[in-house]
């Protein structure tokens, strides 16, 4: 299994048999190696509703007539666009076609603004607890630190993708704490740089990250699992 890293968020897994997009936030995310019109995923993953996460999914999913899973008012909004959509909730999981999908808690808000200035609520953000092909893979989505993280560490992560930027989410010293609580086999830093006020040196976290392997990957970098 191959796993890239695209800027901001943007996660996408490639399986023998599917690609699994998640939070393809691609045009106006400056650290993107993407291109939105070449990206052909079999389904798309979301974590919540603002916009740098859902990103270009609507274009993306029409063109390409796939699935979008999301929490699950998300869903339902995306829905009425005219997308094909499975919604979830924290808690629940669904095993698809290309692996299992849960949702777990994360701290933080969800909502979807309109080219219009609405501001449309999308119910509760969420992290994501993939098991594909054997491994687990935990995508905190936008989230504080909390102690639950433990819990999903019990039964073993591979690889946790941890927001790092501070303002709108955990920041170095939080996101080295999460990484203590949930003892991954690796941690990759996400959700930094993209803007202003979540300009942070990665490095720093990595530095406060003594007992586990954090790697820092550029856009378009990619790891084998």
Do not use: C, W
């Not at 309109?114 to 989230?143: C, F, Q, R, S, W």
């Not at 999460?178 to 959700?191: D, F, G, I, R, S």
Request: no cysteine; glycine share 8%; proline share 5%.
């Amino acid at each position: 299994m191959k796993i890239s890293y695209h800027g901001h968020s943007i996660v996408k897994i490639e399986t023998k048999e599917k690609t699994i997009l998640i939070d393809p936030f691609i045009t106006g995310n400056k650290l993107t190696d993407l291109q939105a019109e070449d990206e052909k995923p079999d389904v798309i993953l979301l974590t919540h509703g603002h916009n740098d996460h859902v990103g270009d999914t609507m274009d993306i999913a029409k063109r390409e007539d796939i699935l979008v899973v999301a929490p699950n008012e998300l869903a339902v909004y995306l829905g009425f666009q005219g997308l094909k959509t499975h919604g979830m909730n924290i808690g629940g999981a669904k095993e698809f076609d290309f692996g299992t999908v849960k949702y777990t808690q994360a701290f933080h808000s969800s909502s979807y603004t309109t080219e219009d200035n609405e501001i449309i609520y999308t119910g509760m953000p969420a992290g994501l607890l993939l098991t594909i092909e054997d491994k687990v893979i935990y995508h905190a989505g936008d989230t504080s630190l909390f102690s639950d993280m433990k819990l999903y560490g019990e039964d073993g992560i591979d690889v946790a993708f941890l927001p790092i930027g501070d303002n709108f989410t955990m920041g170095p010293k939080d996101a080295a704490k999460a990484v203590e609580l949930l003892k991954p086999k690796l941690t990759v830093p996400v959700h930094f740089n993209t803007f202003p006020p979540i300009e942070v040196d990665p490095e720093d976290f990595k530095s406060l990250v003594t007992d586990y392997e954090v790697r820092i990957m550029e856009s378009g970098e990619s790891i084998e699992l």
